[in-house]
Each structure stands twice: as C-alpha cells, then as structure tokens.
Nanobody
Framework: QVQMVESGGGSVQAGGSLRLSCAASRTIFSIDAMGWYRQAPGKQRELVAGFISGDRTDYADSAKGRFAISRDNAKTTVYLQMNSLKPEDTGVYYC?????????WGQGTQVTVSS
C-alpha cells in the first residue's frame, strides 16, 4: 500500500498564494498519472491539475494561468503552486497517483480563501 502525504494547505486572503506538496510513502514505479483534485463544499470532486502522460499536464480552466503543477525528478513528490487565489478556490485538495489499475489518494488538505 502506498500512502500519499499532503501538506501546505491553509487560509489565505484573495490574491494570495499557497504551495501544496504531496509525497508518496515509497517509490511508485511506472506512475501513469498524478496530480490534484479539489472538492468544494456541496460540489463534486474535480481535477485541478495533473500529469496525465509522461510530462504532459492538464489544468482545469479555472486554474490555467494561476496554478502550476510540478514534481521532483524521482516522481514521488508532486507540488501545486497556487497564485492569485480566489474565494472559489476554497475546498479540500486531494493528491492522487495512478499505477496501473490502482489509484492512491492523499487524505486531503483544506484550502480556504477569504475575500
């Protein structure tokens, strides 16, 4: 079993920045995809940003131009730099990693953006 351990959430005012980190508890070989989802209150979980194949990335339209996903060379840690945060970015952010038919999820980290 692989654990994804997240950190970096918190509260910030609109316009501020946060950086989320997520580390796998052990090396995952042949990671097929990894990234971040977000679940806002009363809404379904949605993809915010992710590595979808190799180094190709995908972003939610709401995140383009403001968020940047990156990872370390070992591909065991993924980061999400969030700039120009808006109140609608508020939610619980979950990191994930896909290996074959298995998806590993983090426990979630709360991000609250106040206006």
């Amino acid at each position: 079993q692989v654990q994804m351990v997240e950190s970096g959430g918190g509260s910030v005012q609109a316009g501020g920045s946060l950086r989320l980190s997520c580390a796998a508890s052990r090396t995952i070989f042949s990671i097929d995809a990894m990234g971040w989802y977000r679940q806002a209150p009363g809404k379904q979980r949605e993809l915010v940003a992710g590595f979808i194949s190799g180094d190709r990335t995908d972003y939610a339209d709401s995140a383009k131009g403001r968020f940047a996903i990156s990872r370390d060379n070992a591909k065991t840690t993924v980061y999400l730099q969030m700039n120009s945060l808006k109140p609608e970015d508020t939610g619980v952010y979950y990191c994930y990693a896909v290996h074959g038919s298995m998806t590993f999820w983090g426990q979630g980290t709360q991000v609250t953006v106040s206006s």
